[in-house]
């Protein structure tokens, strides 16, 4: 094993981060701690292992010597983390294996990886990385094991248009739908309904090799994640996509071909094959705020839950966690258990009503203008950022100047809206965007 390779999956590494560290200490040690909890290549280590003879596989335990090849593709913005921990688990063991990510893996992962920006459905690369993926899912015989390793942005990978749409043309259809009022999560719904490449359970009919998925989940399901590329698509997902694209005036206008996906079928495979397994989720939004809480609370702070990969738009959820932040800082008062606590911190992990694999940013910036001007206690601040970390140039290179997140407080009247910046390196993990309120109580300032 690479000594370096705990380095590379350092998030907060200042030497590696764009701007100042910044001025909130309870805010930075709740983000580092939640990206700390939820670190993708520790969870897929502890669920990926060989002991002795013996290989886990999640919940399972089956003898090493069982399969013939082991491969893996890993997908998705921290697809370098569970690459890493795929390839420390089981090290010659692995014959093949390709990573899709924004960043490249690093030199000691000796198989195939591509770097592409992380987007939600409709990309142009997607016909060809699915194809990739295929191309070694389909490589692989009875007796081989493949793991699938997802998480967030692998539906714009792995979901490419459908037949005789372009790429821009269909990513302009889904912006519209979501523009109309369907869901981040209906969109991406929808896209693995009628996409083609290997999503909606197609990958795991490429391949007679065992498949076993492991997934860091942002609290929509696994199922879903990267377009559900192990998991097939059934009536009542069909039935309820249709639903949406009725209810937002969308289906009068799809062409007789374009409905076929959302059409029952009696001809279509019904059960999940044999030798495709489950996916299993690895991380998710719990593991982060279980360890920010636990952080925060270490240090006399007061810690509470606002929500749990909350899908509200970006303004909306502005107001109920400000809100909801206020209504607890109220209720703690009153609670003479609670006496001894320096303030409060609310958490919340949140979408931002987006499909997956979108860019967070402009949200993100919505979601902090609109904390700014619901905050109404001087000593209340706010923060927002990304658990995959602050996106890389195009080229793979250093971290682009824009943070992690931000944090906002209470500004007067005419005074210029800003955010102060939470930086973080990418690639570490992704379960949604992290909101902290931090409210110290009067009485212990």
Do not use: C
Request: glycine share 10%.
């Amino acid at each position: 094993m690479d000594p370096n390779f705990l380095a590379y999956l350092e998030p907060f590494d200042a030497s590696k981060l764009p701007g100042p560290r910044g001025p909130d200490p309870v805010h930075r040690r709740a983000l580092e701690a939640a990206v700390s909890g939820a670190d993708a290549y520790r969870l897929t280590r502890a669920a990926v292992r060989v002991d002795g003879r013996t290989l886990r596989l999640g919940n399972r335990f089956v003898p090493v010597a069982r399969y013939h090849e082991v491969a893996f593709v890993a997908v998705g913005r921290a697809a370098v983390s569970q690459a890493l921990a795929a390839h420390h688990a089981l090290g010659e063991r692995l014959t093949q294996a390709y990573t899709i990510a924004p960043e490249s893996t690093p030199p000691e992962v000796p198989f195939r990886d591509r770097v592409a920006a992380s987007s939600g459905p409709g990309a142009a690369e997607a016909a060809e990385l699915g194809a990739a993926v295929t191309e070694l899912a389909g490589g692989l015989a009875r007796g081989d094991l493949l793991l699938v390793l997802l998480s967030s942005g692998a539906l714009g990978y792995l979901a490419a248009p459908p037949q005789g749409v372009g790429a821009d043309a269909w990513r302009a259809e889904l912006d519209r739908l979501h523009a109309l009022g369907a869901s981040g999560a209906e969109v991406a719904a929808i896209a693995r309904v009628e996409a083609s490449g290997p999503v909606g359970g197609r990958l795991g009919l490429a391949t007679e090799a065992e498949v076993v998925t492991f997934v860091v989940d942002r609290g929509l399901g696994a199922a879903q994640l990267g377009g559900g590329p192990t998991v097939l698509v059934d009536e009542a997902e069909r039935a309820t996509s249709r639903a949406v694209l009725e209810r937002v005036g969308a289906w009068a206008g799809l062409p007789a071909a374009r409905r076929t996906p959302f059409l029952p079928d009696a001809s279509r495979l019904k059960s999940r094959p044999a030798h495709v397994d489950r996916p299993v989720v690895v991380a998710e939004p719990a593991d982060a705020l279980r360890e920010a809480s636990a952080a925060v609370g270490e240090k006399r702070w007061l810690p509470r839950l606002v929500d749990l990969a909350g899908a509200r738009p970006p303004e909306a959820a502005a107001e109920r966690f400000v809100a909801r932040a206020e209504e607890l800082l109220r209720a703690s008062d009153e609670d003479a258990a609670t006496v001894d606590a320096v303030g409060l911190v609310a958490f919340a992990t949140l979408t931002l009503d987006l499909p997956e694999g979108a860019d967070e940013g402009p949200a993100l910036d919505r979601f902090l203008a609109h904390a700014q001007q619901q905050v109404r206690r001087r000593e209340m601040t706010v923060g927002a950022a990304r658990t995959s970390g602050a996106p890389r140039a195009p080229s793979g290179g250093a971290a682009s100047p824009r943070p992690a997140g931000g944090v906002v407080g209470a500004r007067a009247p005419g005074e210029r809206p800003t955010a102060r910046p939470l930086p973080m390196r990418s690639g570490i993990t992704d379960v949604g965007v992290l909101a902290t309120a931090v409210l110290p109580r009067a009485r212990s300032r």
